[in-house]
């Protein structure tokens, strides 16, 4: 999976332009090949060891694992270096880029994770990086738009519309379209037409390779269960690919509910929700609002706010070979807090959806170890929490 033409059954593919599709199949032929090829895997396993700090260990999380009732392990995505699995792709995308010859490699970001992956990645490779960015986000969040231009990378902002996510992939589109040649669009996630689906998904296998060596070595079994956060859906596949063929390994996506799972834009629960259509070059599960145009989605994992999905999960929702369940905005913040308090890891939020999840399914019973995909740690969302949330959990303001 994919096909030649980049579905996985009836979604995927590829719906853009004539000019872009040359692109696309440039890019699509040059993977092919690197794929193929012995020195970009090995100097991929190079940086993956030598400057991400690969292989991310697994821990057995004994404390959660004794209160909850079931064996529960983290792969420590949040221990690479940027604090997420984000680089994983990043770093391919930018090797890719610099055998086509690319000059240049440009992405839009939200709450700038992505941006800093790729400023980051085009540093250590030799790339100017352009970064698309609303204007509302870059005043949100200050601390990535620093990192990105210490890293030497150009954040443009988005001027126009609501100024955040969906104003910057018009803007960062806009600016592939003018030049497509010396520039190579790096998509952030499993989403966008073929190739990009498939290329990410490999390039963040090594999540899943590694855990699977990793979780045999420990208890001499494969995990019962697996557990990751669905965004874009990058983290996910990453893990879930190495085991779909394994018929004993349940498998579950975790979506956020957000405020309200009831109300539109309230949530951003895409494969719960949504309704198969077209958007941003591919075809997927969608949420659309009454005219059928993307809706306005939220989730308290900012930045992540995006109304479709991946559409390898898309498939893998209809097949029913994993399951897609959902964590509300209260639950996520609760896991925060008793991964931080009972083990000693802050994770980002968008982990902690997956963390109330797998402590959701610990608490059911008879489920079997737990190994759940620890995608980024949380020092960008400290601040965030403890504004919001802290009084709940006794954190008096410190102003
Ligand atoms: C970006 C991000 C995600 C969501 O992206 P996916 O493509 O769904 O993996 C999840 N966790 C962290 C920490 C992120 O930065």
């Not at 030799?126 to 150009?154: F, T």
């Not at 509300?328 to 008793?338: G, S, Y």
């Amino acid at each position: 999976m994919p096909n030649a033409d980049g579905y996985f059954g009836e979604y995927g593919g590829s719906f853009i332009p004539p000019q872009l599709q040359e692109i696309m199949d440039e890019i699509s032929a040059a993977y092919d090949s690197c794929r193929q090829d012995p020195e970009f895997k090995a100097e991929l396993a190079r940086l993956y060891k030598h400057f991400v700090g690969r292989p991310s260990p697994i821990f057995h999380a004994q404390n959660l694992s004794e209160k909850y009732g079931a064996p529960l392990y983290l792969k420590r995505e949040d221990l690479n270096h940027t604090g997420a699995h984000k680089i994983n792709h990043c770093l391919g995308e930018a090797l890719l880029a610099k055998k086509l010859g690319k000059k240049k490699l440009i992405a839009e970001t939200g709450a700038g994770q992505h941006g800093v992956a790729l400023a980051t990645a085009a540093a250590l490779v030799g790339l100017k990086c352009d970064i698309y960015m609303g204007e509302v986000d870059i005043a949100k969040e200050h601390p990535n738009v620093v990192r990105m231009r210490i890293l030497g990378a150009n954040v443009i902002p988005a001027t126009h519309g609501r100024k955040t996510l969906k104003e910057a992939v018009d803007a960062a589109f806009e600016a592939y379209l003018a030049d497509p040649h010396t520039q190579l669009y790096a998509i952030g996630s499993v989403v966008g037409p073929h190739p990009f689906p498939a290329m990410v998904r490999d390039f963040q296998s090594i999540i899943g390779n590694e855990a699977r060596v990793q979780f045999q070595e420990m208890t001499g079994q494969l995990p019962n269960n697996l557990v990751a956060y669905v965004g874009g859906g990058s983290n996910a596949m990453g893990l879930f690919s190495v085991f779909l063929g394994d018929e004993e390994v349940q498998i579950h996506g975790v979506e956020p509910s957000g405020r309200d799972l009831h109300t539109q834009g309230e949530h951003a629960a895409t494969l719960t929700l949504g309704e198969p259509g077209v958007m941003h070059g591919f075809k997927s599960y969608m949420l659309k609002d009454g005219e059928g145009e993307p809706q306005e989605v939220y989730s308290v994992a900012s930045g992540l706010d995006y109304p479709s999905v991946g559409p390898q999960h898309a498939y893998l929702k209809d097949t029913g070979r994993v399951n897609y369940g959902h964590i509300n905005d209260k639950e996520a913040i609760d896991a925060f807090f008793e991964l931080s308090r009972l083990e000693g890891i802050i994770p980002a939020i968008e982990s902690a959806h997956a963390v109330a999840y797998a402590l959701k399914l610990a608490k059911e019973g008879e489920k079997g170890s737990i190994l759940l995909n620890l995608s980024g740690r949380g020092d960008k969302d400290i601040d965030f929490v403890v504004e919001h949330y802290g009084q709940d959990f006794g954190i008096e303001s410190l102003l």
